[in-house]
């Protein structure tokens, strides 16, 4: 990748990414967010300023996409969060975060496959692939493994999905556990 | 400092043994049946060793035990749930009397924190319980020096049993019945495992730390969404361990509540120890995140966390 401004054209392991952050409705706290990232040697590419959806602690959801290398990335995060600036959400290709959970039940019994068509409508998210292992035969628990691709931040709501399904039908779910430090 | 240890188990067993090693003096140890008194200090090794022959420490009644000469109280009977007796109230008879008290017990402040605070706000003595939470890892400890307003969130492996056994599943492609049988052989699970795989102890010390966590608001065992392990098939771990994953009962504290659960988890990162190691991961506001692991369980483990806190209470020399 090949590109003018001085800071980004040492590296060449650049990606996109989006950060999704909440400002305290106050004056000049958007410049105060992306300061961090001019600084730290990020390349914005856009701003999504949600303004009138407030969240319920009355703060504004503001979504940035940037280019950075990883590492600046990271420095790009710590800044933030050092600047007392709330992240949410930092990650790679928003639209490729990833969920897997492994459900435990008579999972053949209940209808495998409407149960999944089930989480795939309930969720929005798409089921990438698919494991299932029943060794004991039709009376013992089988597991199944799913793994499925969604939209960064929409983790949270596709969990309660499954969750609710599972319930129905009497599965346990074995939930992911979510990435310390956001 | 001059100690009344109740409880002769495990816990207290190693205390009373030990405490001459902190330089403390133990001046009565109690079991359910029986009490050994001595304001000079009571001859440990006889207590013990007539504990072990005989199934009772002396020839005084329990009672005598709280109402005889000591600064610190070492409550180390067994954990139970809702009234949290008799350790509650051993908790406040020693606070009464304006004695310390150090908890091994996780009942009285599991299940009534408020209550526990309530007495030691009327009383000159201090209650700690650093020895509730995860053994001999300090983890109270290092939240009350980063202050727990400075703490988001508070996670881990709080249990050695469920771990040993999920870890041996996930190793030898073992069934639950089978590894947990092997666990009973080895002394690592009770005969009756159903706190720890039920996830109740677990629970337990996370419902511990959120009381520590919020202060004001109490926190009590039916407030924690717990599942077990006992269900868990080993096609589940298996199906985990394809995909670079393990299961493990991680227990969870944050804004959303106490959680604890079997849980996907990468195979090799800091939270996946194994055996019966615990871990614990302290979510700090200005500091990330900090990892605390150990020996969570034993006697004598247990015990140093106790000598840890009688370290710490407030003392005139
Ligand atoms: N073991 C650990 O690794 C560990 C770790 C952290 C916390 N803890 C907690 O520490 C406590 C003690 O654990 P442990 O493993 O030592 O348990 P334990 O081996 O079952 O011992 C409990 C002791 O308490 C005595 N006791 C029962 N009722 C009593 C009463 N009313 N007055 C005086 N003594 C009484 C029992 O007497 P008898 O001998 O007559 O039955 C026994 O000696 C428990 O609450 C446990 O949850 C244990």
Same mark, same amino acid.
Do not use: F, H, W
């Given at each position: 990748m090949c590109r003018g401004d001085g800071l980004m054209s040492e590296s060449e392991d650049v990606h996109a990414y989006t950060v999704r952050l909440e400002l305290t409705d106050r004056p000049g706290e958007l410049l105060r967010a992306l300061e961090p990232i001019a600084e730290t040697g990020g390349n914005l590419l856009s701003i999504f300023h949600e303004r009138?959806?407030?969240?319920?602690?009355?703060d504004i959801p503001v979504e940035v996409d940037l280019e950075a290398t990883p590492e600046r990335f990271e420095a790009i995060v710590d800044a933030l969060k050092a600047a007392d600036i709330t992240v949410i959400e930092a990650g790679?290709?928003?639209?490729?975060e990833e969920i897997v959970v492994v459900l435990v039940g008579h999972l053949v019994e209940t209808d495998l496959s409407h149960t999944l068509s089930r989480i795939q409508e309930a969720s929005g998210?798409?089921?990438?692939d698919f494991a299932l292992s029943a060794?004991?035969?039709?009376?013992a628990a089988s597991s199944a493994r799913l793994r499925m691709a969604t939209e960064a931040g929409k983790g949270e709501e596709i969990l309660g999905a499954i969750r609710e399904i599972a319930a129905e039908k009497e599965l346990s779910v074995i939930e992911p556990l979510g990435e310390v430090g956001r | 400092m001059k100690l009344a240890v109740l409880g002769a188990g495990a816990v207290g067993a190693s205390v009373a043994e030990l405490a001459s090693q902190y330089g403390h003096t133990v001046t009565a140890l109690a079991d359910s049946q029986s009490a050994v008194v001595d304001p000079d200090g009571i001859d440990v090794s006889t207590a013990l060793e007539r504990k072990q022959t005989e199934g009772t420490v002396g020839d005084a009644e329990p009672d005598e035990a709280l109402s005889g000469t000591y600064d610190v109280l070492v409550e180390a009977t067994p954990t139970t749930l809702g009234e949290a007796e008799p350790g509650f109230s051993h908790v406040t008879e020693a606070l009464s009397q304006d004695k310390h008290v150090v908890l091994a017990n996780k009942g009285p402040v599991a299940e009534r924190y408020s209550e526990v605070r309530k007495a030691e706000e009327a009383s000159d003595g201090t209650v700690l319980f &650093?020895? +509730?939470?995860?053994?001999?890892?300090p983890v109270l400890s290092t939240i009350a020096d980063f202050d727990a307003d400075k703490i988001t969130a508070v996670r881990g492996v709080l249990n050695g049993t469920a771990n040993f056994i999920l870890s041996r599943m996930a190793a030898e492609g073992l069934g639950y019945e089978h590894v947990l049988a092997e666990a009973q052989d080895l002394g690592v699970a009770e005969t009756d495992p159903s706190f720890d795989v039920d996830g109740t102890d677990a629970a337990l010390k996370c419902v511990i730390l959120a009381n520590v966590l919020s202060e004001g608001t109490e926190f009590t065992l039916e407030d924690a969404v717990v599942e077990g392990i006992r269900d868990l098939p080993s096609s589940a771990l298996d199906l985990a361990t394809e995909d670079g994953k393990t299961i493990r009962l991680i227990g969870e504290v944050s804004d959303d509540g106490v959680r604890v659960g079997p849980r996907l988890i990468e &195979?090799? +990162?800091?939270?996946?120890?194994?055996?019966?190691r615990n871990i614990v991961q302290i979510e700090t506001t200005h500091a990330g995140v900090l990892n605390i692991s150990g020996r969570g369980a034993g006697g004598p483990e247990t015990a140093s966390a106790v000598f840890a806190d009688i370290g710490r209470l407030p003392h005139e020399e």
């Open positions: 009138g959806n407030l969240t319920p602690r009355g790679s290709d928003r639209y490729s998210a798409s089921i990438k060794p004991e035969g039709e009376d | &650093e020895a +509730t939470v995860g053994g001999a890892m &195979e090799n +990162t800091a939270l996946t120890v194994t055996g019966t």
